[in-house]
């Protein structure tokens, strides 16, 4: 045996596997390994500091193992944990009397971890290293993108095999995205309360494992083989142009509050891994603990584990769940962007260049912190996605925010070293009502969920245009088709950076449920045999033109001021064609305004171009005149989503004509030197 420990996890040098673990209060650890028979067999291991460990000739990949800790409460040498540093895991957690019983081994009911090989042929994989002003994010589920495809084969639905399938990523290219945000796929476990009611955690926030890709959605998550399926996800998403960024849940974990079962961290650590006060623990996440972010053991695994992902598998970006969570570490637990693991995080020559996205709120008190994250970072906007549900719902007063949200939400964002894609714009994720649903109900329909409706927000910012739910009145269903591609328009026009929900674009719908957490079925999964391929055109047009116009891409923040030469790089104007005052701006009736977009004011090289973006929350038409000073001397209507179909190219005019404007609806219009070709997608 050597005389210094190891990297924590397990490690195959090809003969002979290292293990370690980290545990400052234990008085012994062992190592259990498991046979083919499930036969165990214990072995003690050494410490070093806060490190156990050992080296094992003839252990190699596909092993099964955990460790038993020997030390005070919590800790309980009867309970089998899986490694926090494992690289797979195997099994599913059984909800048994076992697991809370203390002296009572749990081996029977929880998973194991696995010893994994390290091989794999990337085959010249390159990361598509986008640029942040070019970047379009969807964010997709692994299983429920696919488990209802019918041109994946029916053994790969739901699957990371699914999801590298052509026909997965064709639908990918062609809409024109280039990063899937993959909701968790580190290994988690079923909720107790889910399981007792015949319930799934769906979305992952529950997480066991942050080295492992989680094994119920690999085609064979046995020995370590999920590992090589999702290697082959990525590498097969990168060939298509697209970047992978995963959603990881570093606030929480799967082991609850103090009256959780010992699965890991609990049982080798509690201190250093999990925020106490008072010896309770403080739960600013809703799930019944709070990872400690102020402790060098839990900076060591955040930094270890984003290391991993991104040398291991080659991820180009991470989207922190309740990111404020990992800031609280100032006087009361206040959220402080100096952090020391935002720092570690900044300093780390393995992830330069890995992007880096903020959920930036969490429970906790004063827990929303938009626009408050260091430079490097960007963050999820609800100040966007409440602004743009506000305005087109038709509430009064709303012009001046989400005027502020087209263009970069400013107010929050702009300071030394930061551009307007440090905001990610969105007006549907996840958690909450899907874009077919936010038109069609102003109240949840959660009942499915077994929570009697409570669970889920009641905030929901919705209108169902006159009907709750589904109609056919011909007026109702017009209006909510104009609604989705409102929303879709302007999310993807606007400054910063877009992203969109999958199947928002296909018009799926969660029957009214905004917390379909728990509903791993035809609630969640996309139905691809009922889709709106009207509206997916329609959203393919939409990030066509995004991409042919650099000023939608703009990385300076607007000023509103004329240049040297009297040119405004972005001007707000009337149904007149007028520049709007202060008493515009405040008129509460209004809400309807129009955005130039000069070109010649955003450093493009020549040709320029010009956007001007009409956007009509009112009931009735109105007749928006160009500006007769505007950019350059012909415009082209390419958008118009009063129409039957949106996106129209035969209408030209000069400044100063007048432009019609449907109610509840946004109209496009193009100046430029060059011809204006709109692609079919990527």
Known sequence: MGITPPPLGAHWTGEATSFAVHSEPAGAVELALFDAHGQERRVPLERDGHTWWTVLEGVGPGTTYGFRARGPAPMDPAKLLVDPYARAIEGDLQWQPGLFVPGVDSAPFVPRSVVAAPTFDWDGDRRPATAWSDTVVYELHVKGFTRLHPAVPEPWRGTYRGLGHPAAIDHLRRLGVTAVQLLPVHHFVHDRRL??????????????????????????????????????????????????????VFNHTAEGGADGPLLSLRGLDERAYYVLQDGRYVDDTGCGNTVNPHSAATVRLVLDSLRHWVSEYHVDGFRFDLATVLGREGPGR???????????????????????????????????????????????????????????????????????????????????????????????????????????????????????????????????????????EPAVVRVRRRQQRNLLATTVLASGVPMLCAGDELGR??????????????????????????????????????????????????????????????????????????????????????????????GQQPPHDSVLLICNAHDSRLLYRIPPDAWPGRWQRVLDTGEASPMVRQRFYAPGERVRVEGHSVVVLTGSVRSDPVGEGR
């Open 195 to 248: 399981v007792a009611h015949g319930l799934r955690n769906y979305w992952g926030y529950n997480t066991l494992g942050y080295f492992a890709p989680h094994g119920g959605y690999a085609v064979d998550g046995t020995a370590a083989r999920q590992t090589t399926e999702f290697k082959q996800l990525v590498r097969a998403l990168h060939a298509a142009g697209l970047e992978v960024w995963l959603d990881v």
């Open 334 to 472: 206040c959220f402080d962007a100096g952090a020391a693991i935002f720092d570690a995080i900044a300093a780390d020559p393995v992830l330069a260049g890995t992007k880096l996205i903020a959920e930036p709120w969490d429970l906790g008190p004063h827990g929303y912190h938009v626009g408050g994250f260091p430079v490097g970072w960007s963050e999820w906007n609800g100040s966007f996605r409440d602004a743009q549900r506000d305005f087109w719902r038709g509430q009064p007063g709303q012009l001046g925010r989400y005027a502020a949200a087209l263009t970069g939400s400013a107010a929050l964002f702009e300071r030394p070293g930061r551009t307007p894609q440090a905001g990610i714009n969105f007006v549907t994720c996840h958690d909450g009502f899907t874009l077919a649903d936010l038109v069609a109900y102003e109240h949840k329909r959660n009942e499915a969920n077994g929570e009697d409706n409570r669970d889920g927000t009641d905030d929901n910012r919705s209108w169902n245009g006159g009907v709750e739910g589904p109609t056919e």
């Open 509 to 602: 719908t969660q029957s009214g449920n905004n917390n379909a957490y728990c509903q791993d079925n035809e609630v969640s999964w996309l139905d691809w045999e009922r889709i709106d391929a009207d509206l997916h055109h329609d959203v393919q047009r939409m990030l066509a033109l995004r991409r042919a116009h650099p000023v939608l891409r703009a990385r300076r923040w607007p000023t509103g001021r004329p240049d040297r030469d009297g040119v405004l790089d972005v001007g707000w104007y009337t149904p007149e064609g007028t520049l709007m005052t202060e008493g515009d701006w405040g008129a509460g009736f209004a809400r309807s305004l129009a955005v130039l977009l000069d070109g010649r004011a955003h």
